[in-house]
């Protein structure tokens, strides 16, 4: 499926900046064409330096169930005047939409960061391939987990471990899905709670990348 051609081959999406101590602190996320989907990564951008943090783990169109929802059109809005980034593809018989966006910031810590919403939807129910649905990622060697061992729950944190950025803290979390990470494969997995072997769709799940 070929994306209508975009500047460089890259869309992005940025977070209202944070002040702190340091300085001024923006998480962006950059989609990257490659192959036949967008791949995308989140960055963190401060004056002294960026930092990668966490990249999708996508799929080839020939390799089965993808890694995560394969954005294979990506378009950028305006909505109430905020840029939206929408995701569109197909893979195993499913249909995936997705919104990416950049949270205002205020003093709560669930605006301080970028929003991801996806929905898988098939013309019968989801059974076996429910185990499929998933958002996942790999950590880049700059995010230290401060769980050091894999884990499971709704919710991640982590610091930057690099100079310029060091002790910097996110979180990734999610209210209505789960969040499994491998500390050897440095893979971070986000999948909604479905029922084994009965999953209505559409099925939907959320999740935030933020700083703490």
Same mark, same amino acid.
């Given at each position: 499926?070929?994306?209508?051609?975009?500047?460089?081959?890259?869309?992005?999406?940025?977070?209202?900046?944070?002040?702190?101590?340091?300085?001024?602190?923006?998480?962006?996320?950059?989609?990257?064409?490659?192959?036949?989907?967008?791949?995308?990564?989140?960055?963190?951008?401060?004056?002294?330096?960026?930092?990668?943090?966490?990249?999708?783990?996508?799929?080839?169109?020939?390799?089965?169930?993808?890694?995560?929802?394969?954005?294979?059109?990506?378009?950028?809005?305006?909505?109430?005047?905020?840029?939206?980034?929408?995701?569109?593809?197909?893979?195993?018989?499913?249909?995936?939409?997705?919104?990416?966006?950049?949270?205002?910031? !205020?003093?709560?810590?669930?605006?301080?960061?970028?929003?991801?919403?996806?929905?898988?939807?098939?013309? !019968?129910?989801?059974?076996?391939?429910?185990?499929?649905?998933?958002?996942?990622?790999?950590?880049?060697?700059?995010?230290?987990?401060?769980?050091?061992?894999?884990?499971?729950?709704?919710?991640?944190?982590?610091?930057?471990?690099?100079?310029?950025?060091?002790?910097?803290?996110?979180?990734? !979390?999610?209210?209505?899905?789960?969040?499994?990470?491998?500390?050897?494969?440095?893979?971070?997995?986000?999948?909604?709670?479905?029922?084994?072997?009965?999953?209505?769709?559409?099925?939907?799940?959320?999740?935030?990348?933020?700083?703490?």
């Amino acid at each position: 499926m070929n994306q209508p051609s975009v500047n460089n081959l890259l869309l992005e999406l940025k977070s209202s900046a944070i002040e702190r101590s340091g300085g001024t602190l923006q998480l962006h996320v950059a989609w990257r064409w490659s192959l036949d989907r967008w791949q995308h990564r989140i960055v963190l951008h401060a004056a002294s330096g960026s930092v990668v943090v966490m990249t999708s783990q996508e799929g080839e169109s020939i390799g089965g169930w993808p890694g995560s929802p394969p954005w294979q059109q990506a378009y950028r809005q305006r909505v109430h005047g905020d840029p939206v980034v929408f995701g569109l593809g197909a893979a195993c018989g499913v249909h995936w939409s997705a919104v990416a966006q950049g949270l205002r910031a !205020d003093d709560s810590d669930e605006s301080k960061g970028l929003s991801f919403e996806v929905a898988a939807s098939a013309a !019968d129910e989801l059974h076996s391939g429910s185990a499929h649905l998933q958002s996942s990622y790999v950590l880049a060697p700059g995010a230290v987990v401060q769980t050091p061992k894999s884990t499971s729950g709704c919710s991640l944190k982590m610091t930057i471990g690099v100079d310029e950025l060091y002790g910097v803290p996110l979180r990734v !979390d999610t209210n209505d899905g789960r969040i499994r990470y491998c500390n050897t494969t440095r893979r971070l997995v986000i999948s909604p709670r479905c029922a084994a072997g009965h999953t209505p769709t559409p099925v939907r799940w959320r999740y935030r990348v933020g700083l703490i």
